[in-house]
C-alpha cells in the first residue's frame, strides 16, 4: 500500500532536528514526520529566537531604529540597513549625495560575497566537507578586515544612516578593495576544484529539493532561492535603487530548480558582485558623505515602502507614520521567512539526509526568519 | 558499451576527488599561505584599526581636563539608556552658575557599539576605544563613570 505522502498514520516516527542542532545553524526548531527514511512533512516551529525587533523599533527614534536592524540577517547587515534608510529617505524626501550612493553600493556587494562565502563554507560542511568552511572564512576575512576599518566593526556595523553614510571612506578604503579582488580573482577556481567538481557534492545534489517557479512564486519565494528556479526577481533589476541602474551586471539565473541550481547561482552572483565593485571603486565621486539632515527627523504621515535585494532575496520595509519621531508601527519583509516556507514541499517524499542538503541551499539564517 | 561508459565514469569521479586533492595538499605543503592568527599569544602585535568600536571613552588631556559640556545629546541619541549624564553646577570665580558634568555613567553591558552617541556628540568629548576584551567576574564592573575623578572641563569648550 502506498501511503499518502504528508499525512500522520500510526507507526510514523517523528523526530526533532533542533533547536540545538548544528546543521539549522541556529535555533530552527523542524518537526519531521518520517516513514522509514523517506520525508513525510516538515514543521518549522519557530520563535526560540524571536526579539520582537518591530515592536522595539516603534520606541526608538528614525536614526536609532537602524542599528536593530543589523541583528535580523546578521550577514548581510548592511544591506538591511540600507532598507531602512532609504524608506526614511523615501518618507523625508532626502536627496543623498552621489559619494554616499556609490560608498552604500559598493559596502552592499562586499557584504554580499562576504554572506555567501560563509554560506558556502557552512552549505559544505552541513553536507560533509570540513576544508571549505576554512577556505571560505579566508575569503570573508579579508572583506572583514575592511569593514573593520572603515565602518568600525566586523559584522554589525551600523553604516548606513539617513541622508547617506555615518563616516567617510578609509583613506585605504580604495586600495584594500582592489588588494582583495585581486587576491580574491586567484582563489576563485578553488571553490570549484574542492566542491563542485567533486563527485560526492554533485550526486546529493542533483535533482535534490526540487522547485518549480509556480512554486517559487506562490510561495513568494525571492533571491538565489527563487532564481535558481528560473524565476526573474533580483530587485537590483526590477527596481534600481541608489545607482545599480547605472552599473553593468547581468541577474544569474539557473533553470533546474534544484539543490545545485540554487549553488550555482549563489558562486555566480559572486563573481556579478565582483563585477560591480570593479565598476566603482576607482569612480567614487568627490563630495559629501552625508546630506544636511534636520536634528530630529520627523516624518509625515503616511505609509512608506522600500526594499533592497540582500544576500538572500527581498527585505522590505514598512512604516507607517503618524508625523511624530517614532513610527507608528514598522514591519519588515525578510526574505528567509518566505523561503523557509518552501521548504516542506521540497522535502517531501525526499530522504532524510537530503533534507540538511536542503537546508543549506536555501541560506538560512534564523534571526532573519524569527526577528 | 555499458561498461565502457561505467568505467570512465569511475575515472571522472576519481579526477574530481584527486582535483580536489590537489588543493588541499598545496595547502599542506605552503605553510606561509596560512593566515591563522595565533590569539591571544599574539595580544603584544595585535593591531586593531583606528575606528574599531570597542568601549565608550572620555580622553583626558594631562591636566585631567574632558571635552564634556553635559549637554546629554549623546544620552538622548543612545537607543538602549546605556548612557547617564548627572550634571551639576558649578560656581565660577565671578559667582555665575555653570552647567557641568558629576558623572558620565556609561552601562557596558547595554551598549550595541552603534557610534550615534560619538556621532551625536557636539564637542567631541566622547570617542571609541579599540578595546575588546570585556568580560570579568562580577556585572556590577560593567558599569562604568567615564570622567575622572575630580577632572574638570577643558578651556574653551563650550
Known amino acids: 500500500m502506498v501511503e499518502e505522502i504528508g499525512t500522520t498514520t500510526e507507526g510514523d516516527l517523528i523526530i526533532n532536528v533542533g533547536p540545538q542542532h548544528p546543521a539549522t545553524h541556529g535555533v ?100 560533509g566537507a570540513f576544508t571549505p568552511f576554512f577556505h571560505a572564512f579566508r575569503e570573508r576575512e579579508s572583506i572583514n578586515d575592511i569593514m573593520e576599518e572603515t565602518c568600525g566593526a566586523r559584522l554589525t556595523m551600523n553604516y548606513m544612516v539617513p541622508g547617506g553614510v555615518m563616516i567617510d571612506i578609509h583613506p585605504n578604503f580604495q586600495k584594500k ?12 577556481n578553488e571553490s570549484d576544484e574542492l566542491l563542485t ?75 556579478q558582485s565582483i563585477n560591480i565593485i570593479e565598476q566603482l571603486i576607482d569612480n567614487i565621486p568627490e563630495g559629501d558623505f552625508q546630506a544636511k539632515t534636520k536634528a530630529v527627523l520627523k516624518l509625515p504621515k503616511g505609509e512608506f515602502y522600500s526594499r533592497v535585494e540582500t544576500a538572500r532575496g527581498e527585505f522590505g520595509v514598512y512604516i507607517v507614520s503618524e508625523g511624530g519621531t517614532t513610527p507608528y508601527r514598522i514591519k519588515f519583509r525578510s526574505p528567509g521567512f518566505a523561503n523557509l516556507s518552501a521548504l516542506d514541499h521540497m522535502a517531501r517524499g525526499s530522504k532524510l539526509g537530503d533534507l540538511v542538503a536542503m537546508m543549506g541551499t536555501l541560506d538560512l539564517v534564523i534571526p532573519d526568519i524569527d526577528r | 558499451m555499458f561498461i565502457v561508459k561505467y568505467i570512465k565514469e569511475v575515472w571522472s569521479a576519481i579526477k574530481s576527488l584527486l582535483i580536489g586533492m590537489r588543493r588541499t595538499g598545496y595547502y599542506f605543503t605552503h605553510h606561509k599561505e596560512i593566515i591563522t592568527q595565533q590569539y591571544p599569544d599574539n595580544r603584544d602585535t595585535l593591531n586593531l584599526p583606528e575606528r574599531f ?106
Open chain 1, 28 to 127: 530552527l526548531h523542524l518537526v519531521i514526520t518520517l516513514n522509514g527514511e523517506t520525508v513525510k512533512k516538515v514543521e518549522p516551529h519557530l520563535g526560540y529566537i524571536h526579539r520582537s525587533i518591530e515592536k522595539m523599533c516603534e520606541s526608538l527614534t528614525y536614526r536609532q531604529f537602524i542599528y536593530v536592524t543589523s541583528r535580523m540577517d546578521y550577514l548581510s547587515s548592511h544591506i538591511n540597513n540600507h532598507g531602512c534608510a532609504l524608506c526614511v529617505e523615501k518618507g523625508l524626501q532626502i536627496e543623498v549625495p552621489a559619494r554616499a550612493q556609490v560608498i552604500r553600493v559598493i559596502m552592499d556587494e562586499l557584504t554580499r560575497i562576504a554572506s555567501h562565502e560563509l554560506w558556502w563554507g557552512a552549505m559544505a560542511m552541513d553536507i
Open chain 1, 197 to 271: 567538481g567533486n563527485i560526492i557534492f554533485q550526486n546529493r545534489m542533483k535533482g535534490v529539493g526540487l522547485l518549480s517557479k509556480e512554486d517559487a512564486i506562490s510561495f513568494g519565494c525571492t533571491g538565489p532561492t527563487a532564481r535558481g528556479s528560473g524565476l526573474n526577481c533580483d530587485i537590483r533589476k526590477l527596481y534600481p535603487y541608489e545607482i545599480y541602474n547605472s552599473v553593468t551586471f547581468e541577474e544569474v539565473l539557473e533553470t533546474s530548480g534544484d539543490s545545485l541550481a540554487r549553488y550555482m547561482v549563489r558562486l555566480r552572483e559572486i563573481k
Open chain 1, 177 to 188: 578593495v582592489k588588494d582583495f579582488i585581486a587576491f580574491y580573482r586567484t582563489k576563485m
Open chain 2, 53 to 158: 568600536k570597542g568601549e565608550v571613552v572620555m580622553p583626558h588631556d594631562e591636566k585631567n581636563e574632558h571635552r564634556c559640556t553635559g549637554c546629554t545629546a549623546c544620552e538622548l541619541a543612545c537607543p538602549n539608556g546605556t548612557i547617564k549624564v548627572i550634571t551639576k553646577f558649578d560656581i565660577s570665580p565671578e559667582g555665575k552658575k555653570k552647567k557641568a558634568i558629576d558623572k558620565l555613567v556609561y552601562h557596558l553591558e547595554l551598549c550595541t557599539m552603534c557610534n550615534l552617541c560619538v556621532i551625536a556628540c557636539p564637542s567631541d568629548a566622547i570617542v571609541m576605544a579599540q578595546t575588546f576584551e570585556h568580560s570579568v567576574f562580577d556585572r556590577s564592573k560593567l558599569t562604568k563613570i567615564l570622567n575622572n575623578p575630580g577632572s574638570k572641563i577643558m578651556d574653551g569648550v563650550e
